[in-house]
């Protein structure tokens, strides 16, 4: 820990997380945490699942309005825009995502989440913050705050924009689809963050260029001739074709694509028949398929659809009877690419904020967001998505030494160290916006 003679009191208060270095902006933060904490209890005490935001995006329009800024609500479903203009200069867009998760918490924190509500397929279910969107929502504003501020020392439009439906790949394209790039602003720079499970809260961690993958959700219906399991030279027996489909499955990236692509084709769930003695005519798989270049996306699909194909063929089966595969092409989430130039002058404002030893390079990672979305419009505009440090450091420590896994991002047991994680992020968050804003 170092400390410097000149914080102060409220400075002070913050310093016993992070390392201290007294900016103007680090005392501003430190005086705003009690009601940012107080906004985070809040928000994860209430959570909503994705596409019911409605008390969620009320929250943070108030919080916005409450600024000065010129507030839009309901874009894209329940998302919310605010513009705050001052004096020329460049248009730079914060976003934070919304949505909890069908999830029941299982922390033992006192203030843990005790909603349970019905899903869109009628079940009851816990709802719950499992992927930071608190802390992102309470970044957001915390942000904002200071960013009025500090109105003095930059010039600009600020656009601040709570996206919902993140958690199903819908959000970002529903804003976009209604107008956000030109109803509102066209941003000239788009930045995020986004909580990690995995790096001690106090640090951030940034990586340039691919930063998350593409996703897509994939069912293959795969057919057959049922009967009888006493006679199976009698049948076409589709558990043995989904079985060898699996298998071929894994072939795709051993062989047919480059050793240097990342690609992932993962069967998540495979379903058929009803009782031990009957062959049925049709097993469902669904699969996950992960990759980072969009041509590889391309790829993965026709070799899957080439590869069940030809296996039904091989079993002998009519073209009627071939498997059915389905892209779940309005569920696709691209990639994230971060913008190498914004992630340098990104990475140089937190390192000026928090220390060089706090801001890290961290590793892409396999999963998916479609804050992606917002760097492949027809503007083309740079993008960059940080990882935000939640974890308790003596956890981390902890882990580190005993070799025991942390819960993840999605688990019950996420619990991130909030005060701490929302001061770094609000920072963070901050000085880059403000460095964007004076050096376009």
């Not at 410097?4 to 005392?27: G, N, Q």
């Not at 901050?430 to 964007?436: E, H, P, V």
Request: with cysteine; net charge negative.
């Amino acid at each position: 820990m170092r400390l410097l003679k000149s914080c102060s009191l409220a400075l002070l208060i913050c310093c016993h997380w992070t390392p201290c270095y007294a900016s103007e902006l680090a005392e501003s933060t430190a005086k705003a945490m009690p009601s940012l904490e107080a906004l985070y209890l809040h928000l994860h005490q209430n959570p909503e699942l994705s596409y019911h935001e409605k008390d969620s995006s009320a929250r943070i329009a108030k919080e916005l309005a409450s600024l000065g800024f010129q507030v839009t609500e309901n874009v894209g479903g329940y998302g919310v825009v605010g513009l705050l203009k001052n004096g020329e200069g460049p248009t730079v867009m914060i976003r934070a995502d919304t949505d909890g998760l069908p999830i029941i918490e299982e922390t033992g924190k006192s203030y843990a989440s005790k909603v349970i509500t019905t899903d869109a397929n009628n079940n009851k279910v816990g709802v719950m913050h499992g992927c930071g969107h608190d802390i992102h929502m309470t970044s957001l504003v915390g942000t904002a705050q200071q960013l009025v501020a500090t109105k003095a020392n930059w010039q600009g439009t600020l656009m601040m924009v709570a996206q919902p439906a993140e958690e199903v790949g819908g959000g970002a394209k529903a804003m976009l689809k209604q107008g956000l790039f030109t109803d509102f602003d066209t941003p000239d720079y788009i930045l995020g963050l986004h909580v990690s499970a995995s790096i001690p809260a106090g640090k951030v961690g940034m990586v340039s260029g691919y930063a998350l993958a593409n996703v897509d959700s994939v069912d293959i219906t795969v057919k057959g001739k049922g009967g009888h399991g006493a006679y199976p030279h009698l049948t076409k027996d589709p558990v043995v074709l989904a079985s060898r489909i699996v298998l071929a499955l894994q072939t795709i990236a051993s062989r047919e694509l480059s050793p240097l692509e990342p690609s992932v084709i993962t069967v998540g769930s495979i379903h058929g028949g009803s009782k031990h003695n009957i062959i049925s005519d049709e097993v469902k798989l669904q699969l996950t398929l992960r990759s980072y270049n969009p041509e590889v996306r391309l790829q993965q699909i026709a070799a899957l659809k080439r590869l069940t194909q030809g296996i039904a063929m091989s079993a002998g089966l009519d073209e009627s009877l071939f498997p059915d595969v389905y892209v779940h092409e309005e569920e696709r989430i691209p990639s994230t690419y971060n913008d190498p130039v914004l992630v340098s002058r990104v990475r140089a404002s937190i390192e000026s904020e928090i220390g060089q030893d706090n801001v890290i390079d961290a590793l892409p990672v396999m999963a998916g967001e479609d804050f992606g979305l917002y760097g492949l419009t027809a503007e083309k505009r740079p993008i960059t998505l940080f990882w935000l440090g939640a974890v308790n450091p003596s956890q981390y420590q902890l882990s580190l030494e005993s070799g025991n896994a942390l819960p993840s991002l999605h688990s019950s047991q996420f619990a991130p160290d909030y005060a701490p994680t929302i001061n770094t992020g609000v920072r963070a968050m901050t000085k880059s916006a403000i460095d964007l804003f004076n050096r376009p």
